[in-house]
């Protein structure tokens, strides 16, 4: 039981490392009548986002540091629950900050170039209920979501699967280290 907190944090931190490897290798989606800007605007997000991730990463293992803390009676529980209250209003208010500068690089390069339907439309038997990317010819893992912020698994690629499950396979032997450990 002493070292849930620490698996904890490892567990996050693994996590964490597999989101930024998403974002670095997943395949880009530009539009077609203007792919060098596009694929700038592209790089520049990436770059924010993998920024935003490092930064909730710490801030997490931060969090579950505080919550050890607590747990062994260090630090009074209030100021570990101010911490990760603190951790969540951030998360939530850098999601919404890192949505809306997205949204508004794409507002300004439709406005640049025009808006193009075919970029989507090319893909569209390849989601299943618009969030499920399915498609084995495709070699990507990782894909850019339709819309919104953020990257999904191809579900066409067994490498795909794996890497959905893993996360769950982790906790669920983090769980039995700590049941009966």
Do not use: C
């Amino acid at each position: 039981m002493v070292f849930v907190f620490n698996l904890s944090q490892l567990f996050v931190t693994i996590i964490f490392i597999m989101v930024q490897e998403a974002i670095i290798r997943s395949k880009q989606n530009l539009n077609i009548q203007s792919p060098k800007i596009s694929s700038e605007q592209n790089k520049v997000i990436r770059y924010k986002q993998g920024i935003f991730v490092n930064i909730i990463s710490i801030l997490l293992v931060i969090s579950i540091s505080f919550i050890q803390l607590s747990f062994i009676q260090v630090i009074d529980s209030m100021i570990s629950e101010m911490v990760f209250f603190g951790t969540v209003l951030i998360v939530i208010v850098g999601a919404v900050m890192l949505s809306v500068k997205k949204q508004a690089m794409e507002r300004k390069l439709e406005s640049n170039i025009g808006k193009s339907e075919i970029v989507n439309s090319v893909h569209d038997e390849h989601w299943k209920g618009g969030i499920f990317y399915v498609n084995k010819e495709d070699p990507a893992i990782f894909v850019e979501q339709r819309s919104g912020n953020g990257f999904t698994i191809n579900l066409g690629r067994p490498t795909g699967w794996f890497l959905l499950l893993l996360p769950f396979i982790f906790g669920f032997t983090l769980f039995l280290f700590a049941r009966f450990v």
